[in-house]
């Protein structure tokens, strides 16, 4: 079935280094969404990468549709990085946007 | 910067009330969203509009019914509050165009039903 994996489940910094998340999908997509939930519940757009490379700051994301899927970077890591990271698709022929399960990071002093 | 406000940050409500979730958008967006999230299940749709007077079924829908009666806000209305939907709560809103579908979310609404 449609699936949209993350991992790592769970990532442990401390602050200053860097760290990859990575989002694999099972078809073809429209759209390709990263966001950052704060421990508010807040979801923040970070990026909107179906395909090619982007760069915000500290953080870029890549996604390689031909091989489905999208990474996640983030460097010189801060405290104000923890959350939950969330990927999520749109599948092509559809309209709902699917969340992958989500990679949970926590960056300490 | 697109904004999308949620009425209430904390709600706390009784079995068997009728419940409203406000969502507001500045963008003039044609879709918006009400979503759930719970620990374990991610986020999970419960119904979606693409116009006014519009409403569609997402994956859960039931026990609850939407309303939209204005471009700018859709409302998630829970008949009669049970524990189960005991939660957090997150509308999101994005333009009619499926080359750029990048849906904005709001703050949420974490709801506790006693």
């Known amino acids: 079935g449609i699936q949209v994996e993350q991992s790592p489940p769970d990532l442990i910094l401390q602050e200053g280094a860097n760290s990859t998340l990575r989002c694999n999908f099972s078809?073809?997509?429209?759209?390709l969404q990263w966001f950052h939930q704060n421990p508010w519940g807040q979801l923040i757009n970070l990026f909107y990468?179906?395909?090619g490379t982007k760069q915000n700051g500290r953080l870029s994301a890549t996604t390689v549709a031909t091989e489905r899927y999208s990474l996640l970077y983030i460097s010189s890591s801060q405290t104000t990085d923890s959350g939950v990271y969330f990927c999520?698709?749109?599948?092509?022929?559809?309209?709902?946007?699917?969340f992958g399960t989500g990679t949970r990071l926590q960056v300490f002093p | 910067d697109v904004k999308v406000t949620q009425s209430s940050r904390y709600l706390v409500k009784r079995t068997g009330e009728k419940v409203f979730l406000e969502c507001v958008q500045d963008m003039d967006h044609e879709n918006m969203f009400w979503y759930r999230q719970d620990p374990g299940l991610g986020l999970r749709l419960i119904y979606f509009s693409y116009d006014v007077k519009m409403k569609e079924k997402g994956d859960i829908p039931e026990g609850y019914s939407v309303s939209r009666e204005k471009k700018e806000r859709f409302s998630l209305i829970l008949e009669s509050a049970s524990t189960n939907q005991t939660s957090m709560y997150l509308c999101a809103s994005s333009a009619l165009t499926v080359a750029k579908n990048i849906q904005y979310f709001g703050a949420g609404t974490r709801l506790s039903v006693l």
């Open positions: 990468i179906p395909s």
């Open positions: 078809d073809s997509v429209n759209n």
């Open positions: 999520a698709v749109t599948f092509r022929n559809t309209d709902k946007l699917i």
